[in-house]
């Protein structure tokens, strides 16, 4: 079997789509595939191994050829960080890739226009990857939910299919769909720009995350700013919570930005209706009293969206010191 080490960065799925290619695996089933790279690896499987050896436990594998630990491999090349699953990153035990999606994307909306052409790639990034390794590859901060533009050189990210990617994991000759320039445009807005850091620092330092703190700030600033209040009934006899930060982050963010991550319907979704039942983000922006109801992605733009310093934020959301034990366990 030939086997190839992750590069800086590396996506995860494009880590294992270049193993699949390098061994001439047939096919385009993610389980079948991962099937017939565990059991060609089964043989290599170290004594004491603490993980099954297989197909629902490839990136564990992965990660043993890698020369890195589960938690290692998870914090530095998937996007955990950004999906409810985020507790699995630091997780001991071995993590299931049945329940805990690790290849998966963390898209605002599944159906949306930018979810079709999930990979993505900068021409100046690859240029530097052709210089130093000779080829290039999927870069995690260019697959941020939301983020259309490259995190260190600000220009507009390629798009490509997932086919495209699957059969080119080295994407040094591949052209992509170019973006328009009015969506890049967007892209430099405050709000934006703000939760582009956001996001960037969260996959980054994923350990030290703390999304509890973060959201119990962001409902005492809603609280303060008047977007988060409870409303006495028609009759006085009961109160309910009024919550205005949908209209406001539809109001405060660029139209073009929107149309591309969410629903196109998203603006005819100001109040709870039967129709929100399609529209899972909207359901989320307006249950935001309780954390478990909101994806990391939604969180850092409403965050981004209320306050405007990005160093105020950067202090709710991270902790100044790597966590001592199971980080996992004190994040829950």
Request: net charge neutral; with cysteine; glycine share 4%.
């Amino acid at each position: 079997m030939l086997f190839s080490k992750p590069l800086p960065n590396e996506l995860a799925v494009g880590h294992l789509y270049r193993i699949w290619v390098l061994n001439e695996y047939g096919g385009s089933d993610h389980y079948n595939q991962s099937l017939v790279f565990s059991r060609a690896t089964k043989m290599l499987r170290p004594a004491g191994c603490a993980h099954p050896w297989t197909a629902k436990h490839t990136h564990a594998i992965l990660a043993y050829f890698s020369g890195l630990s589960e938690t290692e491999y998870r914090t530095r090349h998937t996007l955990l960080a950004l999906t409810k699953h985020w507790r699995s990153i630091s997780d001991q035990t071995p993590v299931k890739e049945t329940k805990v999606p690790v290849y998966s994307f963390a898209n605002f909306y599944s159906e949306s226009t930018s979810a079709s052409y999930p990979f993505k790639f900068c021409q100046y990034c690859r240029e530097q990857d052709l210089l130093a390794y000779g080829m290039s590859y999927w870069h995690r901060e260019h697959h941020l939910p939301g983020v259309d533009i490259c995190p260190i050189h600000e220009v507009a990210l390629c798009q490509v299919s997932w086919r495209q990617a699957y059969t080119t994991p080295n994407p040094a000759t591949l052209e992509g769909e170019q973006l328009d320039e009015a969506l890049m445009q967007a892209n430099m807005h405050p709000i934006l720009s703000r939760y582009r850091a956001l996001v960037l620092r969260a996959t980054n330092e994923a350990t030290h995350i703390q999304y509890g703190n973060a959201h119990k700030h962001l409902l005492e600033r809603l609280v303060k700013l008047g977007l988060y209040k409870k409303n006495p009934s028609h009759h006085c006899i009961y109160t309910y919570l009024k919550n205005d930060l949908p209209k406001y982050i539809y109001t405060h963010t660029p139209s073009i930005w929107l149309d591309r991550h969410f629903s196109p319907d998203y603006r005819e979704l100001t109040t709870p209706t039967a129709q929100v039942d399609k529209f899972n983000y909207h359901m989320e922006l307006n249950q935001i009293e309780f954390l478990g109801n909101i994806k990391p992605p939604l969180l850092l733009l409403m965050l981004a969206a209320i306050f405007d310093s990005t160093e105020d934020i950067y202090k709710l959301l991270f902790t100044s010191n790597p966590p001592n034990g199971d980080h996992a366990t004190k994040l829950a």
